[in-house]
């Protein structure tokens, strides 16, 4: 399996035990943590031609990718381990 780019423990590395405990114990950051997997999977794969799209979709997949880590950042931030 090829390395796929930001992924959340690489980008957040300080947070990786409370991203798992957040996993299991937050409803919505399990939502967020799973959309935003699929997400960067999916850019991973069209940036790599691996899965092909046009320009116009795979920008929508990043501003996609990047809300998405946007609003993980937040909760990260704003949650004390």
């Known amino acids: 399996m090829s390395h796929t780019p930001h992924e959340l423990a690489e980008d957040f590395p300080d947070k990786v035990d409370l991203i798992?405990?957040?996993?299991?114990?937050d409803a919505h950051f399990a939502r967020l943590f799973d959309e935003y997997h699929e997400?960067?999977?999916?850019?991973?794969?069209?940036?790599?031609?691996?899965?092909?799209t046009d320009d116009f979709?795979?920008?929508e997949?990043?501003?996609?990718?990047?809300?998405?880590?946007?609003?993980?950042?937040?909760?990260?931030?704003?949650?004390?381990?």
């Open 20 to 25: 798992h405990d957040l996993k299991i114990k």
């Open 39 to 52: 997400v960067n999977g999916a850019v991973h794969r069209a940036e790599t031609d691996i899965e092909p």
């Open 57 to 59: 979709h795979l920008n």
């Open 61 to 81: 997949m990043r501003r996609k990718r990047m809300h998405l880590k946007d609003e993980i950042a937040r909760i990260l931030r704003s949650t004390v381990a």
